[in-house]
């Protein structure tokens, strides 16, 4: 137990909130986005500023708490929180700033990313994030960043520019391509290992209008769906991006009550460009596929679209997911992804394919931490429902489904679709990255104080 005089000192020195476990808000300001985590953690301090964030750092290690560090909250494994420890929570530190002659963008850590995308909307700009505007902006980015733009204009690390970090020594450092190269080689990508960022400044990139929406297909339609998709592809414009999706249609409006329940497979079309070209680029998906059951397409605002699924996922609800990187969709892999999507243990349950190929293929796999730049696709797959009674039959589909499929892989994983899962799995996701990544380690977090993440070890 910590002194009382030492916490109240803390409490002093910060311009935000200190929550304690006797404070009648602890319980809702411990609360995780996936319901299925249950963290109680000793103390949660609510930055509002830098200043803060060095408080938070020093009066953790120099007491030696067990530290997490949270942004948006949207966590899967819920590394964000930690039991009996510190908490530094950054929610409150929310601001974007959009530069439209330089086209940049500089974010706070607390911004989600329909933060970010509203402020840049106004500017006709996006930059490159994933596909829920609930999801946290800091840990997207430090995971690597995937989603509807990535194949036009890469990860969202690959628009990143400069970042602001506060070190397990208490140190204020920037970095970036001129100034502690290293550390920013290692941030993109490597996850929350290395300090806590308090300012990302991106490279802003033309999106306004787009065309796009999701198709359903009935599931009987799926091996002959998948089998195009593989060779369709590659030869698809940048502009296109075609999530691939193994799903139930959920029993709620907007979606037609006749189709409720169905098993489907399913395309999420994002085009940024104009109805005409999108046309013809999807051209083939009127020609060469079956009749779909379902279609909600045509022109919208981006930010429209980066928000179209966030009434399916409200924080709270049961999740449990495993990811993966492939380069091929071989006929043996969608026999597995036929027999175990129609095994999906609720509604939301699902598996996506998420096309990284494009311009992240651009990057050299070692320029920065995200190593798997010869991936084609990254899949999740995710156990989800409402019900916490539903937990383990979650986990157990989710596990079965993944176990089955990862002989067909390429080893490593999105970090961001990673439960706990052991040193191994962080090892093969970083691949011939993961030693320099040590190094970088060992010289800023040298005693492991930011431990609570996808861990790189500084022992090696």
Known sequence: MLDAKVVEEFRQALRGELVTRDDPAY????????????????????????????????????????????????????????????????????????????????????????????????????????????????????????????????????????????????????????QNDDLFWAIRGGGGNFGVVTRFMYQAHPVDQVYGGPIFWDASDAKTLMKWYRDFLPRTPRELCTVLGMKTVPSTAPFPEPIWGRKICALILCYNGNEADATAALQEVEEALPEPIFRHTGMMPFTFLQSLFDPLLPPGLQMYWKGDFFDELIDEAIEVHLEHAAKAPSELSL??????????????????????????????????????????????????????????????????????????????????????????????????????????????
């Not at 060095?54 to 966590?75: E, K, S």
């Open 27 to 178: 319980e809702e300001t411990r609360k995780l986005y996936n319901g299925m985590i249950d963290k109680k953690p000793l103390l949660i301090a609510r930055c509002v500023d830098v200043a803060d964030v060095i408080n938070a750092v020093n009066f953790g290690r120099d007491n030696q708490l067990l530290t997490a560090v949270r942004g948006g909250g949207h966590n899967g494994p819920g590394l964000g929180s930690c039991d009996d420890g510190l908490v530094i929570d950054l929610s409150c530190m929310k601001g974007v700033h959009v530069n439209p002659e330089h086209r940049t963008v500089t974010v706070s850590p607390g911004c989600t990313q329909g933060d970010v995308d509203h402020a840049a909307h106004a500017f006709g700009l996006a930059v490159p994030a994933g596909i829920v505007s609930s999801t946290g902006v800091a840990g997207l980015t430090l995971g690597g960043g995937h989603g509807y733009l990535s194949r036009q204009y890469g990860l969202t690390i690959d628009s990143l520019l400069e970042v602001d970090v506060v070190l397990a020594d208490g140190r204020f450092v920037t970095a970036n391509a001129e």
């Open 351 to 460: 598996m996506h394919l998420y096309p990284i190929d494009g311009a992240v293929h651009e990057v050299g796999s070692d320029n920065m931490a995200w190593s798997f730049r010869n991936a084609t696709w990254s899949m999740v797959i995710a156990g989800i429902s409402p019900d916490p009674t539903q937990a383990e039959d979650l986990k157990n589909w989710g596990r079965a489904y993944w176990k089955a499929l990862h002989p067909y892989s390429l080893g490593g994983a999105y970090i961001n679709f990673m439960m706990e899962e052991g040193d191994e799995r962080i090892r093969a996701t970083y691949g011939q990255n993961h030693q320099r990544l040590v190094e970088v380690k060992r010289k800023y977090d040298p005693n492991n104080f930011f431990r609570v993440n996808q861990n790189i070890n500084p022992d090696g």
